[in-house]
């Protein structure tokens, strides 16, 4: 064993002579070494000790209250800065999450004028472009269409609608879509599915009756996220009016060449009126196909469906419209556990490295404090 | 440490300690009472903050009073060596010529030592701390603490019996 390690009897020796006890023969002289060391002992004045005695008998009551160390000005400031910075963090992270899901639904505008020129056929634009075009665009987040025109006018009705869902439900949206057109005794004018690799769009154009318009909306708007929808009405009455009237002149003109072709008496007077008559009869047709037209549009409402996929995973049966039940309750109840967990996890990536910085910081100043004191130590040789 | 009245049992028990391990480093009455109130009021402030798993209340007590030695050290500057200023006409012992001579033997092995190794001394045998006291005073591993009390304890040993 070497000069400078403890030698356990020597140790055992030592212990006991501070003790007081009886040790070996062998280390005899270290019993006196402690004797001698303790005779030497200062002993404190018995003033001072019975003062002292009675400041500590008193829990120091009669001294200057000590001035709070910072340290113990922070720990009781400790539990409000954590609230306040876990609060911060929980701003920062949870609002601009919330302010961007709904800043995702929006509700544009289309484009609102639709000139509608009559006489287009046969009238060779006799009538001039009317107060028809006064193209009520409206957007809104409800599923009512907007307020409908006063009885007896003739409102044309186009709204878009932009539906989202994830890309292995677009196909059952589109079918979904083209029962509600059915459901409201209306019928699929264009649709298109595209579903694959990385893509899933739909887009379909209903045509449904405009008094049932409001309930095939409300029902496409249930079929999933709603994400943009433009509505745009358009006032046809005069232009239906106007083509009536029209129509009606052209009638009277027909007959009037009939009857007049069967009276005529030589042959140049026939030929004339029958080219005449042909003319007459074309522009029925004509002003009778454009009246029919116009009444489709107003009397059949247009919906434009877009489907498009967020390539996440199939909604389940939960996510469906409908009550909110126990179910959807207890989905909301995790969403809102993993957001809180999602601040849990931000709060920490922020507040690990900063625990670590400050720990270091109150290790090295530890540290160079000791080293200080531990110098003044060395410094008294 | 969470009551007064264990302050009090801690005072009776180490108060004397304290002061001649604080009397030893510092070589100043007024020093070490000043040092050992400090060490006490200081402990007292502290109280709630004691965790007797990090060890025992004497060790806590040394520990507060080291640094209290160590910062009165410093504001004085002083660099007053550790010698121990003790009275010659210490009480207990056999007032013979080889008493006599062998404590001033003693004191002089003992000015011998480095400041860290009268430290460890006055802890030792004035404070009695064990090695895992020691450790926990001086901020050691326990073994290490024991080597050193071992070196410092037979340097002062060899010193006593070197030819003056």
Redesign the interface.
């Known amino acids: 064993m070497r000069q400078h390690e403890p030698d356990p009897a020597v140790e055992a020796a030592l212990d006991a002579a501070l003790r007081g006890d009886a040790v070996e023969p062998d280390h005899a002289d270290l019993a006196a070494l402690v004797a001698h060391v303790r005779a030497q002992r200062p002993a404190m004045d018995p003033a001072f000790a019975a003062a002292l005695e009675e400041r500590v008998a008193s829990g120091f009551a009669a001294d200057e209250p000590a001035p709070q160390l910072p340290a113990r000005r922070w720990r009781a400031w400790r539990p409000a800065v954590a609230v306040a910075v876990a609060a911060s963090l929980a701003a920062v992270v949870v609002l601009p999450t919330v302010l961007g899901e709904d800043d995702e639904l929006t509700v544009s505008e289309a484009p609102s004028a639709m000139e509608e020129g009559g006489g287009q056929a046969g009238g060779g634009g006799e009538e001039p472009s009317r107060a028809e075009n006064q193209a009520d665009v409206q957007s809104s987040s409800d599923d009512a269409l907007p307020a409908p025109d006063a009885p007896g006018r003739a409102v044309e009705r186009i709204t878009g609608l932009t539906l989202t869902g994830p890309d292995a439900t677009v196909q059952s949206i589109a079918n979904e879509a083209i029962a509600v057109a059915d459901r409201v005794e209306g019928f699929v004018e264009t649709s298109t599915v595209d579903v694959g690799e990385g893509r899933a769009t739909a887009d379909l154009t209903l045509r449904v009756p405009t008094d049932r318009a409001d309930d095939a909306l409300a029902a496409l708007s249930r079929l999933a996220d709603v994400r943009e929808r433009t509505q745009q009405t358009t006032d046809l009455t005069e232009s239906l009016d106007s083509t009536q009237e029209r129509l009606e002149d052209a009638r009277a003109t027909r007959d009037g060449l009939r009857n007049a072709l069967e009276e005529a008496s030589s042959a140049e007077e026939v030929t004339d009126l029958r080219e005449r008559l042909e003319e007459a009869r074309a522009r029925v047709r004509t002003l009778g196909g454009e009246r029919a037209g116009l009444r489709e549009r107003t009397s059949l409402a247009t919906i434009d469906v877009e489907v498009r996929g967020t390539g996440g995973p199939p909604a389940t049966q939960d996510d469906e419209g409908g009550a909110w039940t126990p179910g959807d309750a207890l989905d909301d109840a995790l969403d809102v556990l993993r957001v809180a967990a999602g601040v849990a996890i931000v709060a920490l990536a922020a507040a690990v490295p900063l625990a670590v910085v400050l720990g270091l910081a109150v290790l090295t100043v530890g540290l160079f404090r000791r080293r200080v004191r531990e110098r003044a130590l060395d410094a008294a040789a | 440490m969470s009551s007064?009245l264990e302050?009090?049992a801690l005072?009776?028990d180490a108060?004397?300690d304290v002061?001649?391990y604080a009397?030893?480093?510092l070589r100043d009455?007024g020093a070490?009472?000043d040092v050992?109130?400090q060490a006490?009021?200081r402990a007292?402030?502290r109280r709630e903050r004691y965790d007797p798993r990090k060890g025992t209340p004497r060790a806590w007590l040394f520990s507060i009073a080291r640094?209290a030695a160590?910062?009165e050290?410093?504001r004085r500057s002083?660099?007053?060596?550790?010698t121990?200023d003790?009275?010659d006409d210490?009480?207990?012992?056999e007032d013979d010529a080889d008493?006599v001579v062998?404590?001033a033997a003693?004191?002089a092995a003992?000015a011998g030592l480095?400041?860290?190794e009268r430290?460890l001394?006055a802890l030792?045998?004035?404070g009695?701390l064990?090695?895992a006291e020691l450790a926990r005073a001086l901020?050691l591993s326990e073994s290490n603490a024991?080597?050193r009390?071992?070196?410092a304890?037979?340097k002062?040993?060899e010193a006593?019996?070197a030819p003056a």
């Not at chain 2, 002083?78 to 550790?82: F, K, V």
């Not at chain 2, 210490?90 to 012992?93: E, S, T, V, Y």
């Open positions: 007064t302050l009090e005072f009776r108060a004397g002061y001649a009397r030893t480093l009455d070490a009472e050992t109130a006490f009021e007292h402030r640094n160590l910062d050290l410093r002083r660099t007053a060596a550790l121990t003790l009275p210490a009480p207990g012992l008493d062998r404590r003693v004191r003992l480095e400041p860290r430290e001394i030792k045998f004035h009695g064990t090695n901020k024991g080597t009390v071992h070196r304890v037979t002062l040993r006593c019996h």
